[in-house]
């Protein structure tokens, strides 16, 4: 079960549009199988969402329906009534279309949840259960769905979804969180490039991964602290009807997190040493930054007995040496009380493999890639290094797959989200590069052979460069979604003939986190 703790006011508050209140509208079912008479005119019922009261419309019938807006996610509303035995669902549409319906539910008390309403459109909705009697309906109702927060930059369909769309074709969504200058968001977008989710952050927080959640109903992210002086991190958990959350703590956590399917969450925390960077006689030691692998229950916090484990430590369990022969580990940094910090990794990214229990973690500075084994969720095995200063992996040909940090045969400084049996994709920001061109790209590798290759690419349609965060994932049927980051862009790309199938551009200061491409709303989880 969830532990609930309601936001609704924190999250209105942030917002610069007047808070959308919460409205019930009680509506008849008609019972149309049973001669009960013709339906009602649509327009014979109306909803408001202003004024100081909930408006409410009631009209004599068998079975009041009640359409609630959700005060903390103003684009969903809720339809429900009870009393009445049957599978039921709630159709709804523009333009009195009615294409499109909620997931049924069996039984006598009925609340939908109906999701994906585009911003600024008017939407007709009624509830419908079919009985032993025959089918009733509620009352038509249409709302309109409220625009979010002019905060929240927009976004323009450049290059419209084509027949080669994945993403147009099941009529799917993408999730990503926006980075902006006064504060950070999640959200959803349709093919159109139109919200029909958002979700602020707390002003002193920044988050650059949103992920589905294992339940198929919720959405969850990692937030901290926006200017990385105090260890304040979270993994927030948030159904997709705005009516449950759940928050772990995530012991001096960052950038990427993992939920499992039992009931523990692994992320990304940092641990600082002094270390002897200087293999030689003469002592050199710098106070470094690198990263570990934590879990704890989901739900955790310091309030109660549950303290998180280290599962595995760069410094302690990789085998690699920290050395500092990068130029961006150049640069002293401060980062959450600790002080005139090196950075010998930056770990960026955090995948996981189920068929494997593997976590996979991606180091920038380094650029290399670690396997790191579950073991049944005791402590972490390192299986592998791939790429970086002493990788263990050759391209086919037995050639090295990274020299030095300007010689790579694979990557320069890069980003991931995903990973499969014998597979991945990254973002290759390119920063040592020249030029430097950010692209993407699709790799094999064979872990017996220890051999990896790079087996698809395609670099910024103009030739641009991004030297912080990006995304890409492989769609089912093959097409790749791509966040370009701070350059605003969000594109569809066929592989076979390497063009853009559907591009969205965010308005000048957007910057994107991880993207995901998600084709049902009512099961996010889907692919």
């Known amino acids: 079960m969830w532990s609930t703790e309601t936001r609704a006011a924190r999250a209105l508050n942030t917002l610069e549009n007047p808070p959308m209140r919460a409205l019930a509208i009680a509506l008849p079912c008609l019972l149309l199988a049973c001669g009960a008479g013709d339906k009602a005119d649509p327009d014979s019922a109306t909803t408001s969402t202003g004024g100081d009261d ?245 739900g955790s916090s310091y309030d109660n007995d549950t303290e998180p484990k280290t599962l595995f430590n760069m410094f302690d369990d990789s085998g690699m040496f920290p050395l500092v022969n990068c130029g961006h580990q150049s640069s002293d940094f401060d980062r959450y009380g600790e002080f005139d910090i090196r950075e010998w990794t930056h770990t960026n990214s955090f995948t996981y493999e189920p068929e494997d229990d593997a976590y996979y973690i991606y180091s920038k500075y380094t650029d290399t890639l670690v396997k790191v084994s579950r073991n049944g969720a005791d402590y972490g095995i390192f299986e592998w290094q791939m790429s970086g200063q002493d990788g263990d992996f050759t391209l086919p040909d037995g050639s090295p797959v990274w020299s030095s940090v300007e010689e790579s045969s694979l990557w320069s400084h890069g980003h991931m989200s995903q990973i499969w049996k014998g597979g991945f994709t990254l973002f290759d920001n390119g920063d040592h590069d020249e030029p430097k061109i950010s692209a993407v790209a699709e790799y094999a590798f064979d872990e017996a052979a220890r051999t990896v290759e790079k087996v698809w690419e395609f670099e910024h349609p103009t030739g641009k460069h991004t030297p912080s965060m990006g995304d890409i994932r492989k769609m089912p049927g093959g097409n790749y979604l791509i966040g370009w980051s701070s350059l605003g862009t969000l594109n569809e790309v066929d592989p076979e003939t390497n063009s853009i199938v559907w591009e969205l551009q965010g308005d000048l200061g957007v910057i994107t986190g991880r993207v995901y491409p998600i084709p049902d709303i009512y099961n996010t989880n889907t692919w």
């Open 54 to 298: 909930p408006t409410k419309t009631l009209v004599e019938g068998d079975l009041d329906c009640a359409i609630t807006q959700s005060e903390v996610v103003p684009s969903v509303f809720t339809v429900s009534w009870s009393g009445v035995e049957g599978e039921s669902h709630v159709e709804y549409g523009v333009d009195g279309a009615f294409d499109r319906m909620t997931p049924s539910q069996i039984g006598t008390d009925h609340t939908h949840a109906v999701l994906g309403l585009k911003a600024g459109a008017a939407v007709q909705l009624r509830g419908v259960i079919e009985t032993a009697s025959g089918r009733q309906e509620c009352d038509t109702v249409e709302v309109t769905i409220p625009y979010p927060p002019a905060a929240l930059k927009n976004f323009d369909v450049t290059v419209p979804a084509t027949g080669e769309s994945e993403l147009a074709a099941v009529g799917g969504f993408v999730m990503t969180t926006l980075i902006q200058e006064e504060t950070a968001w999640t959200v959803l977008m349709d093919a159109d490039g139109d919200y029909v989710w958002w979700y602020p952050m707390p002003e002193d927080a920044i988050v650059v991964t949103s992920l589905p959640s294992l339940d198929g109903r919720s959405v969850m992210w990692g937030e901290y602290d926006r200017l990385k002086e105090r260890d304040i991190g979270v993994v927030r958990r948030i159904s997709m009807d705005g009516t449950e959350e759940e928050v772990t703590r995530t012991f001096l956590g960052h950038h990427g997190f993992i939920e499992h399917a039992d009931g523990t969450m692994g992320w990304l925390a940092l641990d600082f040493r002094d270390v002897d960077v200087d293999p030689g006689p003469e002592e050199n030691l710098l106070r470094l930054a690198s990263d570990r692998i934590m879990e704890a229950p989901i």
